[in-house]
């Protein structure tokens, strides 16, 4: 794990780093990982039709920038999202947070707890900026572009 806020007057990041989810094969992935780089943090459902329609777009800007992580944290259970990327499939890491991710969100500042809802962190693991609803693939293209 970088220790990179350790240094004095560095930001630390993001309380939010310190969650760790499952993958799909039951591997715990800790967040602390996805630091040094961007990370697009997408909340998901697959019951949510804005969410399975903007995976595509993720998917292409994952492709796009190599030096950026993108990540989808599923508000749902592994089981439907196992019979889900069977018809879906996306090249970016797709994490389980369960019905617990509303609460997540809510901590991360969507209020509402509605999906989807992206959170922009920083290389060092802090908020640059969150989305509400479906992503807009020129804009957050252009956003990473500026981050990179």
């Known amino acids: 794990m970088p220790l990179q806020w350790a240094y004095a007057g560095a930001v630390p990041p993001d309380p939010f780093y310190a969650n760790g989810f499952p993958d799909l094969q039951g591997s715990q ?3 602390t990982k996805y630091l040094g780089k961007p990370l697009v943090l997408n909340f998901w459902a ?3 039709a804005p969410c399975v329609k903007e995976m595509p777009d993720l998917d292409h800007l994952h492709a796009k920038y190599p030096g ?3 990540v989808g944290l599923a508000v749902d259970t592994q089981v439907n999202i196992e019979k889900f990327i ?3 499939q996306v090249s970016y890491p797709l994490l389980v947070a369960g019905h617990g991710g509303i609460q997540l969100m809510r901590a991360l500042g969507n209020k509402q707890g509605g999906l989807p809802f992206t959170v922009v962190f920083n290389e060092k693991g802090q908020i640059a900026t969150q989305i509400l609803g479906q992503i ?3 804009e957050l ?3 990473i572009k500026n981050m990179i």
Request: one cysteine or more; glycine letters at 0%.
């Open 29 to 31: 992935v800790e967040l």
């Open 46 to 48: 697959t019951w949510c």
């Open 68 to 70: 950026v992580h993108i």
């Open 86 to 88: 069977q018809k879906v």
């Open 136 to 138: 807009k693939p020129d």
């Open 141 to 143: 293209d252009a956003y």
